[in-house]
């Protein structure tokens, strides 16, 4: 028979701020990772949007805090040994952290409910977000600024958050912004004279305590709006990189913050006019170097044939001078370029009749060539420059013996 505990007293709803206690162990389990509960404690459990805490109790780390049933079990590294009674201390900076967020969001929940009548139906806290979800299409940048203006006067006046118990008879008497989820005593949590919340979560004591708050990104979720935000010691380290990141472009750009997005608009502007006319320059130079090539051509029949090894860092290369290469009639032409692997390209502009893919089977036979492609058009890799001069040999028998048959 499971003996029934009694709920475990939340040390944490008393003050928010103690980091240190002592409790009466009230049940063990045992496993890869033992778990205890105690008669009190500080650490708080995962719950409300308010991720759990960490700490130690006795030599063990506390790596999860559970509630079950209203009994909070503290889920360990390692055996706390058989004392009876332990002691406990929680990672404070971890709890500061959640204490500024979570405040900041009943803030930022009531500021949007007050100024655009936007309730809160989401919030979510971890270690590298913090978000609430509004229902609706994202408020446009004036709504956005209204609400920050507002939280930023309420962090200024300083003003308390308190806590108490309120019984369920008399729930009705405080206008909570949203009505709470659960029946019986509801623990509420105050912005004074602002913002009544139904909430278990532990708060910092006054209105600027969170520190700074800012809004980061306004993500649209289909028919809702996820609102990213940062409060206290986040929003302080967030603003940093952002100043450590634009002092960087405005000393790269030499130019003011205000003048910032013009200056990287105008650089983007030149770049691409500087791309245009760099792709248009290299076209011509193919051509010209097509059409150079061309006055040492070898005839065969009336093929003009071209043989060509592309030295070039730009792997599309080769590519370009065949284009230019067959814009001219009568073309044969066999390029070749060695970048990681030897590559080859071998393309005709003699018209219809000739089929380059009737050479792949002999070109396959020699070793280390692989390819295939169109009519006019086949390429592939090769061993080696030597392998090369193979394609080449069976090119030239394969046009001379085609030259026959098709007189060309
Ligand atoms: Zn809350």
């Not at 029934?4 to 990772?33: C, H, I, N, Q």
């Not at 800012?214 to 986040?234: D, Q, S, Y």
Request: glycine share 8%.
């Amino acid at each position: 028979m499971t003996r029934l505990l009694s709920p475990t007293r939340k040390l944490y709803w008393a003050d928010a701020y103690r980091r240190r206690f002592t409790a009466r162990v009230v049940e063990r389990r045992e496993g890869r990772r033992p778990a205890v509960a105690l008669n009190r404690t500080l650490f708080y459990p995962t719950g409300g949007g308010q991720p759990h805490d960490t700490g130690r109790l006795g030599e063990a780390r506390v790596l999860d805090v559970v509630e079950e049933n209203g009994v909070i079990y503290h889920i360990l590294d390692a055996d706390p040994g058989h004392a009876d009674e332990l002691a406990g201390e929680i990672d404070w900076p971890r709890r500061w952290d959640h204490m500024q967020q979570h405040s900041g969001q009943h803030l930022l929940s009531a500021a949007f409910l007050t100024l655009l009548d936007r309730p809160t139906i989401g919030f979510h806290l971890s270690p590298d977000s913090v978000t609430i979800d509004l229902p609706g299409p994202p408020p446009d940048a004036q709504d956005a600024a209204r609400v920050l203006d507002f939280v930023q006067a309420v962090m200024a006046e300083d003003r308390p958050i308190h806590s108490y118990q309120v019984d369920e008879e008399d729930i009705d008497a405080i206008p909570l912004r949203k009505k709470p989820a659960v029946s019986g005593r509801v623990r509420v949590v105050e912005i004074e004279n602002l913002d009544w919340s139904a909430c278990g979560g532990t708060h910092v004591r006054s209105t600027a305590q969170i520190g700074s708050l800012i809004i980061t990104r306004l993500e649209r979720r289909g028919a809702n709006t996820r609102v990213h935000f940062l409060c206290g010691g986040r929003a302080h380290r967030d603003h940093r990189r952002r100043l450590d990141v634009t002092r960087r472009l405005m000393d790269i750009l030499t130019t003011g913050l205000e003048d910032l997005p013009a200056a990287v608009e105008q650089r983007r502007d030149e770049a691409l006019n500087v791309q245009k006319k760099l792709r248009r320059l290299e076209k011509r130079l193919m051509e010209l170097e097509a059409a150079a090539l061309l006055t040492q051509a070898k005839p065969i029949g009336r093929a003009r044939f071209v043989e060509r090894r592309v030295m070039s860092d730009d792997a599309n290369a080769m590519q370009k001078l065949m284009r230019g290469l067959l814009a001219h009639e009568n073309v044969v032409a066999l390029l070749s370029w060695q970048g990681g692997q030897t590559r080859w390209s071998l393309g005709h502009s003699l018209g219809s009749d000739l089929d380059l893919r009737q050479l792949m089977p002999a070109l396959r036979d020699i070793p280390g060539v692989r390819g295939g492609g169109g009519p006019d058009l086949i390429q592939g890799v090769a061993a080696d420059q030597e392998t090369i001069q193979q394609i080449k040999s069976h090119l030239l028998a394969w046009l001379a013996e085609a030259e026959t048959s098709f007189h060309f």
